[in-house]
């Protein structure tokens, strides 16, 4: 089990091969923010693009969503900005994706972005 503290707007709990993102609660602002941010990211992977890691369940109003946990790294986000450049919705992919060395890693041998949405 591990928690990632370090995201602007939500914690990350990785336990048991999967990660479930809440809502930050330092201040009632970053509480919206990540909120919007599940809800995002919930409706992005709901258009099944491949290069997108799925949520695969998630609370209403964006309290959690849950996706499978990745191993993120600079080499996967290199390998799925330049998939992504060559994906059909290639503006919406790197309009959604900050491209940050956690924003992708490695779900089963194909690079996802573990971290995108826009509200």
């Known amino acids: 089990m591990t928690l990632i503290t370090s995201g602007a707007s939500r914690y990350v709990l990785i336990i048991c091969g999967y ?3 809440f809502p930050r609660v330092s201040s009632w602002r970053s509480f919206l923010a990540g909120m ?3 809800m995002s990211e919930r409706d992005f ?10 949520v695969v369940a998630s ?3 964006g309290l959690l969503n849950v996706m499978p946990a990745c191993c993120v790294s600079p080499a996967a986000l290199r390998s799925w900005r330049a998939a992504a450049e060559q994906h059909e ?3 919406l992919l790197l309009n959604i994706v900050e491209l940050k060395s ?13 971290d995108y949405g826009t509200y």
Request: glycine share 6%.
């Open 59 to 61: 609370v209403p109003c």
């Open 19 to 21: 990660a479930l993102k």
């Open 102 to 114: 956690d924003s992708a890693g490695m779900l089963n041998g194909r690079p996802v972005a573990v």
């Open 89 to 91: 919705q290639a503006s």
């Open 45 to 54: 992977s709901a258009m099944n693009i491949n290069l997108l890691c799925p």
């Open 36 to 38: 919007l941010h599940n």
